[in-house]
Nanobody, 121 residues
Framework: QVQLVESGGGLVQPGGSLRLSCAASGSIFSINAMGWYRQAPGKQRELVASITSGGVTNYADSVKGRFTISRDNAKNTVHLQMNSLKPEDTAVYFC???????????????WGQGTQVTVSS
């Protein structure tokens, strides 16, 4: 079994900051890419940021310069530092992790349960 546990969501005023974390645990052989997606009401889920096992990052244009993704390979965790938050950042944020569960398995992606981020005054 594999479990992804997210934390750090909440309510924040415009211009504020939040830090999301996602910890992967269970039967894991190796982790490849890790990332964060978000889904606002009535909209499709979209990629926010991703980071490869080598540390190469990718960001949605809407969050560049405001959000920073990082990972701790020793702890199988990924973080999303969100600064200068805007009301349009309001969404449920999902952690996504590509991993191999054994030397014989191919990589598959797993999703966290989602954490609500609300930006409002």
């Amino acid at each position: 079994q594999v479990q992804l546990v997210e934390s750090g969501g909440g309510l924040v005023q415009p211009g504020g900051s939040l830090r999301l974390s996602c910890a992967a645990s269970g039967s894991i052989f190796s982790i490849n890419a890790m990332g964060w997606y978000r889904q606002a009401p009535g909209k499709q889920r979209e990629l926010v940021a991703s980071i490869t096992s080598g540390g190469v990052t990718n960001y949605a244009d809407s969050v560049k310069g405001r959000f920073t993704i990082s990972r701790d390979n020793a702890k199988n965790t990924v973080h999303l530092q969100m600064n200068s938050l805007k009301p349009e950042d309001t969404a449920v944020y999902f952690c996504n992790v590509w991993m191999r569960r054994s030397t014989y398995s191919s990589a598959q992606d797993y999703w966290g349960q989602g954490t609500q981020v609300t930006v409002s005054s």
